[in-house]
């Protein structure tokens, strides 16, 4: 039976159109008007630094002392912060000076100012004209039809493939700023950062994920020989058994409350207490973690990485890529290829960029696989969930008569997953893996799979 939506009348479709197309409207204006705002804090940096001379008489004062200045005149007038506006000055020059077709963009409402953000993040490094500019004629194509959380790591592959200096090179560099640093936070609390290549910090954000996960899965369980146990299970599932009967103690509530309270930490907070518990005692054990953790030394991390043919082999050093972060250097990729216990290999169309096809020497679930690889994040327009807490969907349904081929499935997050199946929501799959979305009324909205964002042919 095919699922309805309340929008059936005419009358409902129009009044929504005429909802969405005056938002579209408004965010065009809105980034016409950031445009602006953008040049002429360009402006006002350009003013300051004008007058550096007439400043330099005192030969105390710091060098950025007109733009403090300025800075300090304007967040006075506008209730900002001068360093904050001192910033988004230093970034409107960085955008007009250097990014000409981005700040074109933005005035004209193509792309919002957290893609311009994006755009210039990724792009800052490339040291010449041509390579920036090639850089963005190739990153616009993308932010104009895709959101700002997975325009970033595909902004990124395109600024790596633009700068004139190989991956390698300029990886060797970078490690040498690996470090870790403290600062101090109000409250009593501290911050604890760490600066270093990307495979190990996200493997090692993976780790802490999968241990504090297994420490949130464990507090749900009841404990063998807790009287609590049985209390508390039943009030997970039902109220009814937290009230007391008339007139008796209500010695079964605060049981239940003691069993449910002994552990109420968020992912975050677990997630912490483990990383904390592995730096100091070297290990993460039950005593480490409110006597919540189970052992798990056999936890380790996950990151994905996509490693040329050429690349793996030594015939060259394209850099490979690490899903959800963006390139690696060939060294670390064929170093992390001969550490795994196993790895697929991908066919991609060289014309469109799509994953064709997977293999793998060991068998297993051909299919998950590649769809894992193709996709990597659920397949709804701007949903970044990652792959593994999606549902694999048959676009067209298996009651439907729909096959379980790689061209009629997809990831989908289990809240757009129900979405597709009691919504008015239409979705068809073209033959590249691309999702051609319609909605209630009538709009089409493609979503492309991530890896074909990653490895389609770029001019440069």
């Not at 030969?59 to 967040?75: K, N, Y």
């Not at 061209?407 to 809240?415: G, K, P, V, Y």
């Amino acid at each position: 039976m095919e699922a309805t939506d309340p929008l059936t009348t005419r009358d409902d479709r129009a009044r929504l159109n005429a909802i969405v197309d005056g938002l579209l409207d408004r965010r065009r204006r809105i980034a016409a008007l950031q445009a602006e705002e953008v040049e002429l804090l360009h402006a006002a940096q350009e003013f300051a630094l004008a007058r550096h001379d007439a400043f330099a008489v005192d030969r105390d004062a710091p060098d950025d002392i007109p733009v403090r200045s300025i800075a300090a005149e304007i967040g006075a007038a506008t209730l900002q912060s001068d360093r904050t506006v001192q910033a988004r000055m230093g970034d409107a020059t960085t955008l007009v000076a250097r990014f000409p077709a981005t700040l074109a963009a933005l005035r004209n409402g193509k792309i919002s100012r957290a893609h311009a953000a994006a755009i210039v993040d990724a792009g800052s490094a490339i040291p010449t004209d041509d390579a920036r500019d090639a850089y963005e004629t190739a990153v616009l194509a993308v932010a104009e039809r895709e959101t700002v959380g997975r325009l970033r790591p595909v902004a990124r592959r395109l600024a790596d493939r633009a700068h004139p200096v190989p991956l390698d090179e300029r990886h060797r560099q970078a490690r040498r700023e690996r470090r870790v640093w403290v600062a101090d936070r109000e409250d009593g609390m501290a911050e604890l950062g760490l600066t270093g290549p990307a495979h190990l910090i996200h493997g090692a954000f993976d780790r802490l994920t999968q241990l504090a996960r297994a420490v949130t899965d464990a507090r749900r369980r009841p404990r063998a020989g807790d009287p609590s146990a049985d209390t508390a299970d039943r009030t997970a599932d039902d109220d009814t058994a937290l009230r007391p009967a008339d007139g008796e103690p209500p010695a079964a509530l605060f049981a239940a409350e003691d069993a449910v309270c002994r552990d109420t930490r968020r992912l975050d907070e677990v997630r912490t207490d483990v990383a904390f518990d592995l730096l100091l005692s070297g290990h993460a054990t039950s005593e480490a973690s409110s006597a919540s953790l189970p052992e798990s030394a056999s936890i380790r991390a996950r990151i994905q990485v996509t490693i040329p043919l050429r690349t793996l082999v030594g015939v060259d050093d394209l850099p490979a890529d690490l899903a959800g972060h963006g390139p690696v250097d060939a060294d670390t990729a064929r170093r992390l290829a001969g550490a795994a216990p196993g790895w697929d290999r991908l066919f991609i169309d060289p014309a469109s960029g799509a994953v064709v096809a997977v293999d793998r020497y060991r068998p297993s679930n051909e299919q998950r696989r590649l769809l894992r690889a193709r996709d990597e994040h659920c397949r709804f327009p701007g949903c970044r969930q990652p792959a593994p807490r999606c549902d694999i969907d048959h676009t067209i349904a298996r009651e439907h008569d729909g096959p379980t081929t790689v061209t009629n499935l997809a990831h989908l997050c289990r809240r757009h997953h129900i979405l597709k199946h009691h919504s008015a929501w239409r979705v068809r799959q073209r033959p590249d893996g691309t999702l051609e979305w319609t909605s209630p009324t009538g709009r089409i909205h493609d979503d492309r799979p991530a890896r074909s964002l990653a490895f389609e042919p770029a001019p440069f």
